[in-house]
T-cell receptor
Framework: AQTVTQSQPEMSVQEAETVTLSCTYDTSESDYYLFWYKQPPSRQMILVIRQEAYKQQNATENRFSVNFQKAAKSFSLKISDSQLGDAAMYFCAYSQYSGGGADGLTFGKGTHLIIQP | DGGITQSPKYLFRKEGQNVTLSCEQNLNHDAMYWYRQDPGQGLRLIYYSQIVNDFQKGDIAEGYSVSREKKESFPLTVTSAQKNPTAFYLC????????????FGQGTRLTVV
């Protein structure tokens, strides 16, 4: 079974600074997908960024970027120019395609990101 | 607007009673999912369905049941066999192709007293 580990239960960063959230995963598959989801206090899950394992290029979405190291099974999220609205729980998630369809996401336990004004 | 609707937002039930959580989507997605979220635990997959009239157990299916009679609907029943039913429940949907974004509902907070 696949597992996703987020080793930082909580992180704090000053507004406008850069912060990196860590994620490692374990899988025997070669073809899979990785995601970062954000859950603000409203508890609505919002997709932040997605990475296909077959792509070597790291995904980027505005101030959010990832460092994907396939051999090390590492998938960290970098948030640049942190804003107060970035304060939330961040979940790393893994998904694979079984051929019959999407099997669902395996989530890490989350990192609570605090933004200091 | 397209999206996923979960109802109710808050639900209270007495111990020993079955309760059904509603999930409806109008995104024309084939795949639907139920997750449970507990403090400090992340989200764990309960059941998922890739097409109508078919569903599979996730990692923590014991004490839960589902049905998928319509593409738009995927209700979850929390039975009396579920030992710790108090939790936050999230429904999601996606296309069947791998790697596509899962869209989530706003969740149902179930409290069993």
């Amino acid at each position: 079974a696949q597992t996703v580990t987020q080793s930082q239960p909580e992180m704090s960063v000053q507004e406008a600074e850069t912060v990196t959230l860590s994620c490692t995963y374990d899988t025997s598959e070669s073809d899979y997908y990785l995601f970062w989801y954000k859950q603000p206090p409203s508890r609505q899950m919002i997709l932040v960024i997605r990475q296909e394992a077959y792509k070597q290029q790291n995904a980027t979405e505005n101030r959010f970027s990832v460092n994907f190291q396939k051999a090390a099974k590492s998938f960290s999220l970098k948030i640049s120019d942190s804003q107060l609205g970035d304060a939330a729980m961040y979940f790393c998630a893994y998904s694979q395609y079984s051929g019959g369809g999407a099997d669902g996401l395996t989530f890490g336990k989350g990192t609570h990101l605090i933004i200091q004004p | 607007d397209g999206g996923i609707t979960q109802s109710p937002k808050y639900l209270f039930r007495k111990e020993g009673q079955n309760v059904t959580l509603s999930c409806e989507q109008n995104l024309n997605h084939d795949a639907m999912y139920w997750y449970r979220q507990d403090p400090g635990q992340g989200l764990r997959l309960i059941y998922y369905s890739q097409i109508v009239n078919d569903f599979q157990k996730g990692d923590i299916a014991e004490g839960y049941s589902v049905s998928r009679e319509k593409k738009e609907s995927f209700p979850l029943t929390v039975t009396s066999a579920q030992k710790n039913p108090t939790a936050f429940y999230l429904c999601a949907s996606s296309l069947r192709t791998g790697g596509t974004e899962a869209f989530f509902g706003q969740g149902t907070r179930l409290t069993v007293v």
